[in-house]
């Protein structure tokens, strides 16, 4: 079993930061990848960025060069750094942990931008 437990959103203006993290507790020897998805109202889930076992990242083409995916494995948290953000960024945001073929999720954190 995994838990993953996120915070850090709240509301911004345009072109300002926030900085999600995610606590991850649980059989965390188990956990490779992890993942930042996000929703908007009446949208599908996106993904956002994935952060391997070997820290190797990749992001959304929406995303590239404003967020930085990173965890920290002494603390067990994933974070997403999100600069320069924009109206369309906001939505619902969850990390996520596929272990042994079953995705954990978070409940979310929201994040606002105001124009």
């Known amino acids: 079993q995994v838990q993953l437990m996120e915070s850090g959103g709240g509301l911004v203006q345009a072109g300002g930061s926030l900085r999600l993290s995610c606590a991850v507790s649980?059989?965390?020897?188990?956990?490779?990848?992890m993942n930042w998805y996000r929703q908007a109202p009446g949208k599908e889930r996106e993904f956002v960025a994935v952060?391997?076992?070997?820290?190797?990242?990749d992001y959304a083409d929406s995303v590239k060069g404003r967020f930085t995916i990173s965890r920290d494995r002494i603390k067990n948290t994933l974070f997403l750094q999100m600069n320069s953000l924009k109206p369309e960024d906001t939505a619902m945001y969850y990390c996520?942990?596929?272990?042994?073929?079953?995705?954990?999720w978070g409940q979310g954190t929201q994040v606002t931008v105001s124009s």
């Open positions: 996520a942990a596929p272990v042994d073929g079953v995705d954990y």
């Open positions: 952060i391997s076992g070997h820290t190797a990242t």
């Open positions: 649980g059989t965390i020897f188990s956990i490779n990848a």
